[in-house]
């Protein structure tokens, strides 16, 4: 059907309904004749539309490769741009954080100098302050020590100026005392008397050879460090060689002082400049001088040695023994105890020491003669003497240490010093000595008195001569030291003896006056003065050594058997008595090695 067929002329009557109603079919005529030829259209294409399509799909497929392709290079290219991106990021981040360490660094520079000035600041604060409080403090010490080196200077004044006047005074006592013979009468008629003179003895004279207590230009410093040292060297001291006391912890140094300054005013500038450190004098000791008592002892009245078969104390020659009960059978109980004997050297080829058990050690300073041998020899002719000969000893068995420490000074009399002796006492303790037989004279001395002390706390016992400077004399030292067995003379008649000191240091008495023993060159006689008295009392304590060992001095002299002398209990002449030999001790029952005769150095 056609289009023109369709539409038709509006009748000329006009019907608006109908016109409408007509129009309407019209219409709907037309719109299903679009459709029938919209159908016939479409199927008539469909194949040219298959193959549009077809070509459609690969065109798009092509499309949409090269899109994925592209989007590819923009994600790879976006990918690129933000690891670049990334990358800037991260390389401003780093320069940030390094601007910011540098800024942190700079302030903790700035932190840390700041805090430096205030370290120094105050650590120069501290040091004024520390320097004031040593400054203020070193006064206080050089002080102290002035006062106390003034006190030890008054106090060796004070030794020297009585020494020269208890001189005088004995020598006055002893023309004072009745003449004991009729030629002693005649010469005290002849002899015109001096005039006396009340001279105090100048600073001079307490410097001579024959009245000093001192080596009058050594200083002996203890323990002295490698700096002080220095200082010392460089104060204008010689250092030398002192001794060295290992077992006992004490190392001693010789110091010598620039010429022309004593060892008073060396030891004042030492301490004032080395406040810390310690310094003494180097004391000097002589032997108990032998008394005159008589006309046996004016000289010790000397024979030629007799060999007997067996013991040949003759007439009175061992008062002394029977005085205190010793007996031969307590000779055992002191065979391994080692007895040492600090004096001048001994006659060992003497025949009272024949098959004798003696180690001698030589301390006498190089370059000095030793002294004479009388003194030694006597001493220890009463301790160790063979039984066989007419000078029979206490205790022949035991083994014997004998220290020489003494050598001649320039008036050729008997002097020994701090250093000799606690040289000795070194020896002694290495070698294990438990008794020591001390027969020396000198004033208080601080370094032996400490080696003495720490040596009794290792249970060494030390008896010593009281001294024979007369009953006024001030205490002799090492005798009145504390842990020490002072020891007086006594006479066969238990009376004291004249020339013997006297005080509250005094702990017991023994026979002392007219002992008769070895003389050098193979003779014998009498001897007196306490120095004889100390082997007695040595005796006793060696025989009592294994039962008593590490005892106190106190608790000691209470187990010693004393027989009262003088007024009631102790005294300042016998202090408690007159020791006697025990009733009983430990015998050893085996028979100890035998010991060579040997001389030791140092």
Same mark, same amino acid.
């Given at each position: 059907?056609?289009?023109?067929?369709?539409?038709?002329?509006?009748?000329?009557?006009?019907?608006?309904?109908?016109?409408?109603?007509?129009?309407?079919?019209?219409?709907?005529?037309?719109?299903?004749?679009?459709?029938?030829?919209?159908?016939?259209?479409?199927?008539?294409?469909?194949?040219?539309?298959?193959?549009?399509?077809?070509?459609?799909?690969?065109?798009?497929?092509?499309?949409?490769?090269?899109?994925? &392709?592209?989007? %590819?290079? =923009?994600?790879? $290219?976006? *990918? /690129? !741009?933000?690891?670049? @991106?990334?990358? +800037?990021?991260? #390389?401003?981040?780093?320069?940030?954080?390094?601007?910011?360490? &540098?800024?942190? %660094?700079? =302030?903790?520079? $700035?932190? *840390? /100098? !700041?805090?430096?000035? @205030?370290?120094? +600041?105050?650590? #120069?604060?501290?040091?004024?302050?520390?320097?004031?409080?040593? &400054?203020?403090?070193?006064?206080?010490?050089? $002080?102290? *020590? /002035? !006062?106390?080196?003034?006190?030890?200077? +008054?106090?060796?004044?004070?030794?020297?100026?009585?020494?020269?006047?208890?001189?005088?005074?004995?020598?006055?006592?002893?023309?004072?005392?009745?003449?004991?013979?009729?030629?002693?009468?005649?010469?005290?008629?002849?002899?015109?008397?001096?005039?006396?003179?009340?001279?105090?003895?100048?600073?001079?004279?307490?410097?001579?050879?024959?009245?000093?207590?001192?080596?009058?230009?050594?200083?002996?410093?203890?323990?002295?460090?490698?700096?002080?040292?220095?200082?010392?060297?460089?104060?204008?001291?010689?250092?030398?060689?002192?001794?060295?006391?290992?077992?006992?912890?004490?190392?001693?140094?010789?110091?010598?002082?620039?010429?022309?300054?004593?060892?008073?005013?060396?030891?004042?500038?030492?301490?004032?400049?080395?406040?810390?450190?310690?310094?003494?004098?180097?004391?000097?000791?002589?032997?108990?001088?032998?008394?005159?008592?008589?006309?046996?002892?004016?000289?010790?009245?000397?024979?030629?040695?007799?060999?007997?078969?067996?013991?040949?104390?003759?007439?009175?020659?061992?008062?002394?023994?029977?005085?205190?009960?010793?007996?031969?059978?307590?000779?055992?109980?002191?065979?391994?105890?080692?007895?040492?004997?600090?004096?001048?050297?001994?006659?060992?080829?003497?025949?009272?020491?024949?098959?004798?058990?003696?180690?001698?050690?030589?301390?006498?300073?190089?370059?000095?003669?030793?002294?004479?041998?009388?003194?030694?020899?006597?001493?220890?002719?009463?301790?160790?003497?063979?039984?066989?000969?007419?000078?029979?000893?206490?205790?022949?068995?035991?083994?014997?240490?004998?220290?020489?420490?003494?050598?001649?000074?320039?008036?050729?009399?008997?002097?020994?010093?701090?250093?000799?002796?606690?040289?000795?006492?070194?020896?002694?303790?290495?070698?294990?000595?438990?008794?020591?037989?001390?027969?020396?004279?000198?004033?208080?001395?601080?370094?032996?008195?400490?080696?003495?002390?720490?040596?009794?706390?290792?249970?060494?016992?030390?008896?010593?001569?009281?001294?024979?400077?007369?009953?006024?004399?001030?205490?002799?030292?090492?005798?009145?030291?504390?842990?020490?067995?002072?020891?007086?003379?006594?006479?066969?008649?238990?009376?004291?003896?004249?020339?013997?000191?006297?005080?509250?240091?005094?702990?017991?008495?023994?026979?002392?006056?007219?002992?008769?023993?070895?003389?050098?060159?193979?003779?014998?006689?009498?001897?007196?003065?306490?120095?004889?008295?100390?082997?007695?009392?040595?005796?006793?304590?060696?025989?009592?050594?294994?039962?008593?060992?590490?005892?106190?001095?106190?608790?000691?002299?209470?187990?010693?058997?004393?027989?009262?002398?003088?007024?009631?209990?102790?005294?300042?002449?016998?202090?408690?008595?007159?020791?006697?030999?025990?009733?009983?001790?430990?015998?050893?029952?085996?028979?100890?090695?035998?010991?060579?005769?040997?001389?030791?150095?140092?």
């Amino acid at each position: 059907m056609g289009i023109k067929n369709i539409f038709v002329k509006t009748p000329p009557r006009f019907d608006r309904w109908k016109y409408v109603a007509s129009m309407s079919r019209i219409a709907m005529t037309i719109g299903a004749g679009m459709i029938c030829f919209q159908s016939e259209i479409i199927l008539d294409q469909i194949p040219f539309l298959s193959g549009i399509s077809a070509l459609s799909s690969k065109a798009y497929a092509g499309d949409a490769e090269e899109a994925a &392709k592209k989007a %590819a290079e =923009r994600a790879q $290219e976006e *990918a /690129k !741009k933000q690891a670049e @991106r990334a990358r +800037e990021e991260a #390389k401003k981040q780093a320069e940030r954080a390094s601007e910011e360490a &540098k800024k942190q %660094a700079e =302030r903790s520079r $700035e932190e *840390a /100098k !700041k805090q430096a000035e @205030r370290s120094r +600041e105050e650590a #120069k604060k501290q040091s004024e302050n520390a320097r004031e409080a040593a &400054k203020k403090q070193s006064e206080n010490l050089t $002080e102290a *020590a /002035k !006062k106390q080196s003034d006190h030890e200077d +008054e106090h060796d004044r004070s030794d020297d100026h009585r020494r020269d006047e208890k001189s005088h005074e004995k020598f006055e006592y002893e023309d004072n005392l009745p003449p004991a013979t009729v030629v002693e009468l005649i010469k005290r008629l002849v002899k015109p008397k001096k005039k006396q003179q009340h001279k105090k003895p100048r600073l001079s004279e307490s410097f001579s050879i024959g009245k000093a207590t001192f080596k009058p230009r050594e200083v002996l410093a203890a323990n002295l460090s490698a700096g002080s040292i220095k200082r010392a060297k460089r104060l204008g001291f010689n250092v030398r060689k002192g001794a060295r006391l290992s077992n006992l912890g004490i190392d001693v140094t010789r110091l010598i002082a620039p010429k022309g300054m004593d060892a008073r005013r060396a030891r004042r500038l030492l301490k004032r400049e080395l406040p810390k450190s310690r310094f003494a004098l180097n004391r000097l000791y002589r032997i108990h001088p032998a008394a005159r008592d008589g006309p046996k002892n004016v000289p010790a009245r000397a024979t030629r040695l007799q060999h007997k078969g067996g013991r040949a104390c003759m007439d009175d020659h061992c008062y002394g023994t029977s005085m205190m009960k010793w007996r031969p059978q307590l000779q055992s109980c002191a065979k391994r105890v080692r007895v040492g004997v600090i004096d001048t050297a001994i006659d060992y080829e003497h025949p009272a020491f024949h098959g004798g058990r003696v180690q001698m050690g030589n301390f006498v300073p190089g370059g000095r003669n030793p002294s004479s041998n009388w003194h030694g020899t006597g001493v220890l002719a009463l301790l160790s003497g063979n039984p066989k000969t007419t000078t029979p000893g206490l205790i022949p068995e035991t083994e014997f240490y004998v220290a020489n420490v003494f050598s001649n000074d320039a008036a050729g009399n008997p002097v020994a010093d701090s250093i000799g002796f606690l040289n000795a006492l070194e020896w002694m303790d290495v070698f294990g000595v438990k008794v020591v037989n001390l027969s020396l004279s000198g004033p208080k001395d601080r370094l032996v008195e400490k080696a003495i002390a720490r040596l009794s706390k290792k249970g060494v016992i030390f008896v010593a001569a009281a001294g024979n400077n007369g009953p006024s004399a001030p205490p002799s030292y090492p005798a009145a030291y504390k842990p020490v067995i002072a020891v007086t003379a006594i006479n066969k008649k238990r009376r004291s003896y004249r020339y013997a000191n006297r005080g509250q240091y005094i702990d017991v008495a023994a026979p002392g006056v007219d002992i008769w023993t070895a003389v050098p060159g193979r003779r014998e006689g009498y001897r007196s003065g306490t120095s004889f008295a100390v082997p007695y009392v040595t005796a006793v304590i060696a025989s009592l050594y294994r039962q008593n060992k590490r005892q106190s001095k106190s608790v000691l002299l209470k187990k010693l058997k004393i027989r009262d002398l003088g007024s009631p209990g102790k005294d300042q002449v016998y202090g408690r008595g007159l020791v006697l030999a025990p009733h009983r001790c430990q015998p050893v029952q085996n028979k100890p090695r035998s010991i060579a005769k040997t001389v030791l150095t140092r």
